[in-house]
């Protein structure tokens, strides 16, 4: 356990010893401070097939496509060229959002978390960030509906697909570092999933009706939850490591679980 106390977080994300020998090539395979760690739950794991396209799906072949929820004076325009035919990019655009997602649900379902088990331990508590933009841009849609303006769903796709690629839990990697890369892929895909899901573009527009500016108060706020929650550099995770681990008399390996509310410690 002594052995233990040295290790820290370095600059290149791994967690080292004194000697410089890697005991992780990222904190906790996905460099998160457990502090910022909460339950959420995986809607793409917890929905059918048939409510992930119900849902999120942007049916632009259907006549009805955007009815009573694409609002404003720029989707009503981009709407009417999409129906006429002018918009091949768009529909190109949307359908990729949908094959993604569907992609993150196979993956989720079938390899990452087969028991089916949809609560998970994630930073960013998107859920509450979304209902908070609501309330804090509430005023807004009190106003008169004409007045309001939400971005087009495209546009919204390109907003979110900026905002995950500036979403990285290492810094600075060349793209020749192969296992690095991989190593920044699979610490941000459960993350990835469900952020695109929450932050897909029928949702933000059909059910949490988001204005251009609370839209863009909520992106400011996800992409400064994620980088508090990073585990900083320099940080010593040892210490926090024996904290959590102690050896019986017998040998046996013991979890210590300290509450910070009942300052209780149990020994499971």
């Known amino acids: 356990m002594k052995s233990m106390e040295t290790l820290k977080v370095r600059y290149d994300g791994t967690v080292r010893n004194d000697n410089e020998d890697i005991v992780q090539f990222l904190y906790g395979e996905d460099g998160m401070d457990a502090v910022y760690i909460e339950d959420q739950d995986l809607d793409l794991i917890k929905w059918s097939h048939k409510q992930v396209d119900d849902k999120l799906r942007n049916n632009h ?10 609002l404003g004076d720029d989707n009503s325009l981009w709407l009417k060229e999409l129906q006429e035919g ?29 028991d089916g088990e949809a609560k ?5 508590p998107i859920d509450r960030l979304v209902k908070t933009s609501q309330m804090i841009f509430e005023q807004d849609l009190k106003t008169e509906a004409g007045d309001l303006e939400y971005y087009t769903p495209v546009q919204i796709i390109n907003k979110v697909n900026a905002l995950m690629d500036s979403l990285q839990t290492i810094k600075g990697l060349d793209e020749s570092d192969e296992l690095g890369l991989e190593t920044l892929n699979n610490s941000m895909i459960v993350l990835n999933a469900h952020l ?14 988001l204005t251009k500016r609370s839209l863009d108060w909520l992106l400011g706020e996800i992409k400064d939850k994620f980088e508090r929650s990073l585990a900083q550099a320099g940080e010593m995770v040892g210490t926090i490591a024996v904290s959590n681990v102690k050896m019986s008399g017998s040998g046996r390996m013991q979890l210590v679980m300290l509450s910070l509310d009942s300052k209780k410690i149990c020994i499971a």
Not at 61 to 70: A, H, R, T, V
Not at 196 to 209: A, G, H, I, P
């Open 196 to 209: 695109r899901t929450r932050l897909n573009s029928r949702r933000v527009l059909e059910q949490d009706k």
């Open 61 to 70: 072949e259907s006549p009805d496509y955007g009815k009573n929820w694409l």
């Open 86 to 114: 002018r918009r091949t990019a768009d529909r190109k655009i949307m359908d990729e959002e949908y094959d993604r997602l569907k992609n993150y649900k196979r993956k989720l379902c079938q390899e990452i978390y087969p």
């Open 120 to 124: 998970q331990h994630l930073p960013v």
